[in-house]
């Protein structure tokens, strides 16, 4: 009688063991990922404040409304798609910055240097550009290259040679 009991009892262990297996195994694999994903993002991530050092930074779709990024360095950084509606980029370097259908609506772009900026599709309605906003070579919403810095000189901007395209 002992021997049935202890070859039960052992029996029990064992499917205890087979039935929690693959739960701990599903656990480990979940916290292998979620380490690998927090690396990514610290190489990757940037303090979104004011006088920024971002240039690079992949903020494609991000939910920036009304964030002051005064002085910030944006050069070359993805923010496709992103809400930008009443940022504060006054000062701001977003050269070859990837824009394209940003939401920039409100958002003020005075003294801000967007050279080269690819802005296709982007909302600028109720944007805040002035004359000291340097956007020479940036690409417009309706896909068109500004030849001069001002946007008050960038009232017939030139379209994009068939070689050369903006940015992807």
Do not use: H
């Not at 920024?52 to 992949?58: E, H, P, T």
């Not at 798609?81 to 005075?110: C, M, Q």
């Amino acid at each position: 009688m002992k021997w049935m009991l202890r070859s039960l009892v052992g029996l029990l262990a064992f499917a205890t063991f087979i039935a929690v297996w693959p739960q701990a195994q599903t656990q480990a694999q979940v916290q292998t990922q979620a380490r690998v994903q927090t690396q990514a993002q610290a190489q990757t991530a940037c303090r979104l404040q004011r006088e920024a050092k971002c240039a690079g930074a992949d903020l494609e779709g991000r939910d920036l409304r009304g964030v002051n990024l005064r002085g910030a360095d944006l050069k070359g950084a993805r923010l496709r798609g992103a809400n930008l509606a009443g940022a504060d980029l006054g000062g701001a370097d977003l050269s070859d910055a990837d824009l394209r259908f940003a939401n920039l609506g409100g958002a003020a772009l005075f003294s801000t240097k967007m050279v080269n900026a690819d802005l296709t599709g982007a909302g600028l309605r109720y944007a805040d550009l002035r004359s000291d906003t340097d956007i020479s070579g940036a690409v417009m919403p309706d896909g068109k290259r500004c030849q001069t810095p001002s946007i008050g000189e960038c009232k017939n901007p030139a379209p994009v040679p068939p070689g050369r395209q903006p940015l992807r």
